[in-house]
């Protein structure tokens, strides 16, 4: 079962890993700029690197669960690409909104594209197991015969 499901196990593991890196980065601006937890407030340059982080969280639970859909019910292979580029686009959003807010846009357009088709890949392939379950009808299966 777990070979069925590999290239997205990476790909979600790579992404928990950046995640984490993201965090690390906060508590060493943390103390680069003495802003003691709770506090989020205060240097702008530590300010930036938490909401980039931030954002970056807020983003991770529809990554992870587009990943997998669009990767079990569309293509395992396309969708862990699509992982890969996302974790790049993330980043480059993280690294340039740390140096200044205008050059997060970027890497937060192309994560935003990355997101949308995965979430398109994940419906259509939803739908077609669907429609091939309860109806008999194996929507990619007839458009590979065309």
Not at 11 to 26: D, G, I, P, T
Not at 62 to 80: D, E, K, P, S
Not at 121 to 130: E, R, T, V
Request: net charge positive.
């Amino acid at each position: 079962m777990a070979g069925n499901s590999l290239l997205l196990a990476a790909v979600s593991v790579l992404s928990a890993c950046q995640q984490s890196y993201f965090a690390l980065q906060v508590g060493k601006a943390r103390l680069k700029y003495k802003i003691m937890a709770p506090a989020v407030f205060g240097s702008p340059d530590f300010e930036r690197i938490f909401r980039a982080q931030q954002n970056c969280v807020e983003f991770y639970p529809t990554f992870i669960i587009t990943l997998w859909m669009a990767g079990w019910y569309f293509n395992q292979v396309f969708a862990a690409c699509l992982g890969l580029v996302y974790i790049y686009a993330r980043h480059q959003y993280f690294w340039g909104y740390s140096e200044a807010a205008k050059k997060r846009i970027t890497g937060f357009r192309l994560s935003l594209g990355v997101l949308a088709l995965l979430i398109v890949l994940g419906i259509l392939g939803i739908a077609n197991s669907f429609l091939d379950e309860y109806l008999d009808l194996d929507v990619a299966k007839k458009l590979r015969h065309f």
